[in-house]
T-cell receptor, first 116, second 109 residues
Framework: GAGVSQTPSNKVTEKGKYVELRCDPISGHTALYWYRQSLGQGPEFLIYFQGTGAADDSGLPNDRFFAVRPEGSVSTLKIQRTERGDSAVYLC??????????????FGPGTRLTVL | QKEVEQNSGPLSVPEGAIASLNCTYSDRGSQSFFWYRQYSGKSPELIMFIYSNGDKEDGRFTAQLNKASQYVSLLIRDSQPSDSATYLCAVLNTDKLIFGTGTRLQVFP
């Protein structure tokens, strides 16, 4: 596709359930990022992949959050035992190369997660 | 102190005026700076990036960077109602973007 895609666009779940959020980056982009955005705030970094490996997962809030990118393209963010405080818009972004100066990150439409 | 600070606004300007959006950052070693526009309910869209001191112009948009003052700004000339959105300032920290909370811009006819 032309841009970053994310599925589902909306996810409603109950407290304690497990959810998976999917991101399909721009073709050929080696770098992939997950951010979380709460109402009235800027996006907050969660994790960065360069290829298949998680190069920086310092933003993951706790061990309930985990992400994978097994083939260096599609990524899945997994949240176990969801809590109401996990409710937010989860944004995925991709970049051609990653950390070089001037490298642009392109965002997907996001997944709005609501935990009841 | 937050790493990236912006006035939340709203900043209201009349159509045709210049809108000036400001951002300060705390990490003196930061190298790359980005402005994103975010319409309500949508994802951030990159407007410009800048990494050298001075001005960078792209159409109606001008980004200004002053590393000594740790200050970056975005000027929007000939503001249009369609420019009404939240503008996010972001700083590249090693491998991730650190965002401000955004400034809401309202352009009224």
């Amino acid at each position: 596709g032309a841009g970053v895609s994310q599925t589902p666009s909306n996810k409603v779940t109950e407290k304690g359930k497990y959810v998976e959020l999917r991101c399909d980056p721009i073709s050929g982009h080696t770098a992939l990022y997950w951010y979380r955005q709460s109402l009235g705030q800027g996006p907050e970094f969660l994790i960065y992949f360069q290829g298949t490996g998680a190069a920086d997962d310092s933003g993951l809030p706790n061990d309930r959050f985990f992400a994978v990118r097994p083939e260096g393209s599609v990524s899945t963010l997994k949240i176990q035992r969801t809590e109401r405080g996990d409710s937010a818009v989860y944004l995925c972004a991709s970049s051609p190369t990653g950390t070089s100066v001037g490298s642009e990150q392109f965002f997907g439409p996001g997944t709005r997660l609501t935990v009841l | 102190q937050k790493e990236v600070e912006q006035n939340s606004g709203p900043l209201s300007v009349p159509e045709g005026a210049i809108a000036s959006l400001n951002c300060t950052y705390s990490d003196r070693g930061s190298q790359s700076f980005f402005w994103y526009r975010q319409y309500s309910g949508k994802s951030p869209e990159l407007i410009m990036f800048i990494y050298s001191n001075g001005d960078k112009e792209d159409g109606r948009f001008t980004a200004q960077l002053n590393k000594a003052s740790q200050y970056v700004s975005l000027l929007i000339r000939d503001s249009q109602p369609s420019d009404s959105a939240t503008y996010l300032c972001a700083v590249l920290n090693t491998d991730k973007l650190i965002f401000g909370t955004g400034t809401r811009l309202q352009v009224f006819p």
